[in-house]
């Protein structure tokens, strides 16, 4: 539990956010506070993002009330209880007065929650000492509570007459661009259905922009917030429209591809594989293009002189130095950002089956050979331990899947067969090359050589791996699990596994090893049973 | 007891998070008939760990580079 006043907040609103996560995840019909909610949360937000430092500041060590808590916990039980119910259920006279009920429990809950976090002397003390901020965070809250129904008329059409407007924009640009390419375009502004006779997007919410302008917008206002001390004001700030203007017309390019693609007799690879890929190429160009513009251009990047006078409150202060990323960083980084790319273009190129799957290897292997001269001074031996780790994590991996007996439905087979003999076994080949050699190597580079190090220090590269702490290894097991999608668990498990290794005998050729000798009996497994779901 | 009750919170709510994270995987599409119009929408939740890793990744090489 955190002492201090900060603390205190960040537990406060982590546990909020828990009250909100754990009553909406229950189906109901029941608006519990809609306008307060929003008013709320930006204000909280503003409160403590703007008082940040002199919240920090204090070292007052603060009182904890568990039995406000533990009452906050038995209102919140009641609201989840009341939905899995259902209000109808109680009875007849209640369930008319259950919303009112529902929201008097929960806003007592909240309450006692806030007083058992930070004391009302505490409260009353912090909004002196930071006022006039508490005025500002309720104007921000409050302008966002009046401003949500206009905003979002601009992609919910349920909101009123003028809705829909990015869906009706976006329509009628993509009706300008295919009609420069294709004859036959049909186009109906009443469904917003747009296309050809043999293929037709229609432009839904979803396909408005508003995703990309939305992502854009939070990286662009977080980029300048994290190095607003390297950024000259207000200058800077034009590149945000720009960059949201970039994510809109990608957005249409994208459409457009979409039709030109489906059009062209490859519908499966529009709505698979490429619609689902190209948003994502999309916002990481822009973010990208942003933060490489923020780091060239010199009419708003501030020099390091600039920076320390700001920083020293306009007195130029001696030598500056920087706070640097080791010069090691892209190459442990860089062989898994290149696999990661390659799946992105390989993926937006396909259908249901990922024919172009050996570009990940091919990518993966030539960033390797270009880095090799810095991997040689790693220690590449293993001993029998790595290939019975590895062992065990197959096993780990494998044993559920045997024991439930139950194969998950998978396209990739049929898919394979289609192929004519040579072809499928080159792709295999690649995809067995990619999971052995290419796979282990940059992951292990990624998570335990770089993330597991960096966590402990900036210049990861003077940490050695015998070095590796409970956290780091904890931290970065469960970010290589969380690649692992709906099999997180055991690849986190994995990660836990591969990192001991490491750090007990010091060299990564263990971990790469261990992990090579999992992905090379999974890809046996698959081969021998055909169980193509775990590819 | 103290001790055990926020390792206890603490684990709760990261396998909470984690299992949103996990189960928000992409739902494949069914398979597209010729005639329907076909919804196309921009950002894919399932992708988000991928795309982020890849734009953090890259943003962090770069700068490292920059600090060269």
């Given amino acids: 539990m955190p002492r201090y006043l900060l603390g205190r907040l960040y537990f406060l609103a982590t546990v909020l956010a828990i009250d909100c996560i754990l009553p909406s995840s229950i189906p109901h019909d029941i608006a519990l ?74 806003l007592l809950g909240i309450t006692l929650l806030t007083l058992a976090c930070v004391p009302f002397r505490t409260w009353i003390q912090t909004i002196r000492m930071t006022n006039p901020l508490w005025l500002y965070a309720s104007g921000a809250g409050l302008l966002a509570a009046v401003l949500r129904n206009p905003s979002q008329s601009l992609w919910d059409g349920s909101i009123g007459d003028r809705g829909r407007i990015l869906q009706v924009a976006v329509f009628h640009s993509v009706h300008g661009v295919l009609r420069l390419f294709l004859p036959d375009v049909m186009a109906d502004p009443a469904t917003l259905v747009i296309g050809t006779p043999r293929f037709a997007v229609m432009i839904a919410k979803a396909c408005s922009g508003m995703e990309g302008l939305g992502l854009t917008l939070v990286f662009t206002i977080f980029w300048l917030w994290y190095f607003r001390k390297e950024i000259r004001f207000p200058q800077a700030v034009l590149l945000v429209p720009c960059a949201l203007g970039w994510v809109w017309l990608f957005n249409i390019a994208r459409i457009c591809m979409i039709v030109f693609i489906g059009d062209g007799g490859a519908p499966d690879v529009a709505m698979v594989g490429f619609h689902s890929q190209a948003g994502w190429i999309a916002f990481t160009l822009v973010a990208l293009a942003f933060s490489i513009a923020m780091q060239k251009l010199s009419w708003v990047r501030r020099t390091a002189l600039q920076s320390a006078g700001s920083v020293s409150g306009g007195t130029i202060v001696g030598e500056i130095v920087e706070a640097r990323e080791s010069s090691a960083t892209a190459a442990y980084l860089v062989p898994f950002l290149a696999i990661l790319a390659a799946s992105f273009i390989s993926r937006g190129a396909s259908g249901y089956f990922e024919w172009l799957y050996p570009l990940r290897f091919v990518a993966a292997a030539l960033v390797i050979w270009h ?132 750090k007990r005998k010091g060299r990564i050729g263990d971990a790469v090893a261990a992990h090579a000798v999992s992905n090379l009996l999974l890809a046996a497994w698959v081969l021998v049973r055909g169980d193509w779901a775990l590819w | 007891m103290k001790k055990i009750l926020t390792r206890l919170f603490l684990i709760s709510s990261l396998a909470l998070v984690l299992n949103a994270a996990a189960y928000a995987g992409p739902t494949p599409p069914p398979p597209p008939t010729p005639t329907a119009p076909k919804k196309a929408p921009e950002i894919d939740p399932g992708l988000a760990i991928s795309g982020v890793s890849l734009l953090v990744g890259s943003l962090t090489v770069l700068r490292s580079r920059r600090d060269k």
């Fill in chain 1, 33 to 106: 506070f809609g306008t307060f909610a929003r008013f709320g949360i930006v204000a909280f937000g503003i409160f403590i993002g703007f008082g940040h430092s002199r919240l920090k500041s204090q070292h007052e060590s603060l009182s904890f009330n568990a039995g406000f808590f533990a009452v906050h916990m038995v209102c919140v039980g009641f609201v989840c209880l009341g939905f899995l119910i259902g209000p109808h259920e109680f009875n007849a006279a209640f369930s008319h007065a259950a919303p009112f009920v529902f929201r008097a429990v929960l």
């Fill in chain 1, 371 to 502: 880095f090799w001269p810095e991997y040689r001074k790693l220690n590449w031996r293993f001993s029998w331990m790595a290939p019975a780790a590895g062992l065990v994590i197959f096993l780990v991996w494998i044993v559920p899947v045997w024991w439930m007996g139950e194969r998950a439905a998978s396209p990739l087979g049929s898919a394979l067969m289609a192929l004519s003999l040579p072809t499928r076994v080159l792709w295999i080949v690649f995809r067995v090359a990619a999971a052995v050699i290419t796979v282990p190597i940059a992951e292990e580079l990624a998570f335990r050589g770089y993330l597991a190090r960096r966590l402990i220090r900036r210049d990861f590269d003077a940490v050695s791996f015998d070095q590796l702490t409970v956290l780091s290894i904890g931290i970065s097991a469960v970010v290589f699990g969380l690649m692992h999608g709906q099999h997180w668990l055991v690849g986190t498990l994995a990660g836990v596994v591969y990192a001991l290794l490491l």
